[in-house]
């Protein structure tokens, strides 16, 4: 399924990990996919599920369910990869589910909850609130260039 190109970005991509309900700029997504099993890499880390081959373009695949530390992921017909353009890289991520694009307004989004040491909160851009739908949002790019994950070099001036 193709992406149309919007310059909006209250427009997120709504998708679902476990219960819960994350948002994230459908400005980085290129295309979802159904899932297809990547060709796994030895010595890769448990989340970093493998590497697919994307119409001559190689794409690391990052199962998010494990990088979260959610449930055992279970692999069916509502399992999808959102292809991400990051930095001009091309990444993978896996989801239980993708549920709609929704447009946000300055008044629907929240700031994140600060957590203190307790919980790394950097990849986090907000609360989007939508009737009693909550959607956490991601800063994709944020998550994507982190240390942790190591797919995408940060970038020195990176907004």
Do not use: C, W
Request: glycine residues 8%.
């Amino acid at each position: 399924m193709e992406i149309a190109n919007t310059t909006d970005d209250s427009e997120v991509l709504s998708f679902k990990l476990g219960k819960e309900e994350y948002g994230i700029s459908i400005l980085k997504v290129q295309e979802i996919r159904g899932y297809e099993q990547p060709t796994r890499l030895a010595n890769a880390p448990e989340h970093l599920k493998g590497v697919i081959n994307l119409r001559g373009i190689i794409v690391p695949i990052v199962d998010m369910r494990i990088k979260f530390g959610l449930a055992e992921p279970k692999y069916d017909s509502f399992t999808v990869v959102i292809i991400l353009n990051i930095a001009h890289h091309v990444i993978g991520m896996v989801v239980d589910s993708v549920s709609d694009v929704v447009t946000l307004t300055p008044e629907q989004i929240r700031p994140a909850p600060s957590m203190g040491e307790a919980a790394d909160t950097g990849h986090l851009r907000g609360l989007g609130t939508i009737g009693e739908r909550m959607l956490i949002l991601l800063d994709i790019d944020r998550l994507m260039q982190s240390d942790e994950l190591g797919l995408v070099a940060a970038l020195p001036h990176a907004a």
